[in-house]
């Protein structure tokens, strides 16, 4: 029997509302048991020396760019990316090529992360055919290949009509419906937030209502069907009070944030660092404290990656002309564990945010220490400073605003199904 026994770990478990020190023993994969002083006879040691142990992280809202753009990425170089960051688990988006909208890619997706993964991959499939907006994708037969969710994330459905029949249709697949909650025609061709760092750049900007609108939208039809949205990375003031308002209202929405939103404002722009332009743009340091006090008070549940990789001479261009997206498996931790220092979040709920949370939102096996549930589980040490060089990571790309950063705070070890398959000394031990 495969046996691994983390000793001497502060153990952080917000299924259970843990947090003390303990040891975890591992045995064929599930949590054995968690208490102090475990005997190792049999098994493989590893000392935390003090370092969190905590469920495996759960990115619900990544790229991953297989099939068809395997030169920006693959399930083999982001699953890589992701046990270095901590993710035991990822949901790739269905913005793939072909399009994640027929069982036949989604089977795809899953036979070939089930081969060169170290990370388990769970896919969301296309809510509509081609991410075209206009025909409803079957989705039934897509739940039943293995989508976790459906989502045109990169797209947002104009027709108000057919964004009804999504959110009705996915009720009876009885998974959430993500959306990109932005109106096409309001956005123009903006690429930086509409404000005084757009009008200073000379660059288009992308007005805050383009967000809050379809928001508002979507959350009336919410209302209307019933269906559970989810609002992916939410980035302005104005979309966080609607979701408080529909949250207090009962109405079934749950919602998302990213680092990056988290962390910057539209000034990180100023240098046209490609790498800044995201969908949708970095705010206002208003939005930030929005994003920041809503996560602290549950109002968004999960924090994500959003991790969009693309190749250097894609990115390597005017900002306009640049694809929208940063990569963030390998940061994601770091620059987040910022909201713990500063006291925005507490370990415990950091832990949640990461884990716990997306994994319910999902209805993912994962997010817990309990005994029985799967070993997926990561070893972090809160106060590790390292530089981070993306040019050394394991993503295939490069476009990352912290690259050449000192950041505080990284990941010692990741188990996915009670295998060690990452340690910051000794690399990603499978792959």
């Not at 299924?15 to 591992?26: A, F, G, P």
């Not at 969301?124 to 039934?140: N, P, Y």
């Amino acid at each position: 029997m495969a046996r691994l026994l983390i000793r001497n770990a502060r153990v952080l478990d917000p299924s259970q509302e843990i947090d003390r020190e303990s040891d975890c023993l591992i045995e064929d994969g599930r949590i054995l048991e968690l208490a102090p002083g475990l005997p190792g006879e049999g098994a493989e040691i590893l000392d935390a020396e003090g370092a969190w142990l905590a469920p495996g992280f759960i990115d619900i809202h990544t790229h991953l760019r297989e099939p068809g753009q395997e030169y920006k990425e693959d399930l083999a170089s982001g699953g890589t990316a992701a046990v270095a960051g901590g993710f035991t688990q990822l949901a790739c988006m269905a913005n793939t090529d072909p399009v994640n909208d027929d069982p036949s890619v989604t089977k795809y997706i899953l036979d070939r992360a089930e081969k060169d993964s170290p990370a388990r991959i769970r896919p969301i499939a296309a809510a509509t055919r081609r991410l075209e907006g206009k025909v409803m994708t079957e989705m039934m037969a897509l739940r039943e290949a293995g989508a976790v969710a459906f989502s045109d994330d990169g797209a947002t459905i104009m027709d108000t009509s057919v964004m009804r029949r999504v959110l009705e249709y996915s009720q009876l697949a009885g998974v959430p419906v993500i959306v990109h909650a932005e109106d096409c025609h309001l956005r123009a061709n903006g690429v930086v937030n509409e404000g005084p760092v757009a009008t200073r750049l000379g660059l288009p900007g992308n007005p805050a209502a383009a967000e809050e609108i379809m928001i508002a939208r979507d959350i009336r039809l919410a209302r209307l069907t019933g269906a559970h949205l989810h609002v992916a990375h939410v980035s302005t003031a104005g979309g966080v009070e609607s979701i408080r308002q529909a949250r207090d209202e009962g109405i079934r929405v749950t919602a998302e944030v990213t680092p990056h939103h988290l962390t910057l404002t539209d000034e990180a722009t100023m240098g046209f660092d490609t790498s800044t332009r995201v969908a949708p743009p970095l705010r206002g340091a208003a939005d930030v404290a929005a994003l920041r006090q809503a996560l602290a008070e549950g109002v968004i549940d999960a924090i994500v990656t959003d991790h969009a990789p693309h190749a250097s001479y894609e990115k390597e261009v005017e900002f306009t002309a640049a694809p929208p997206g940063m990569i963030g498996l390998e940061t994601a931790v770091a620059v987040t564990l910022e909201l713990v220092r500063e006291g925005v979040l507490s370990p415990l709920e950091f832990v949640r945010r990461l884990s716990t949370n997306p994994a319910s939102l999902l209805a993912l096996e994962g997010g817990t220490l309990r005994k029985g549930a799967p070993a997926d589980v990561v070893l972090l040490d809160p106060d590790r400073e390292w530089t981070y060089d993306a040019a050394q990571g394991f993503s295939k790309s490069r476009n990352s605003p912290w690259t050449g950063r000192r950041l505080r705070g990284r990941v010692v070890a990741t188990v996915v199904a009670g295998r060690l398959v990452y340690h910051h000394e000794r690399g990603v031990l499978i792959r």
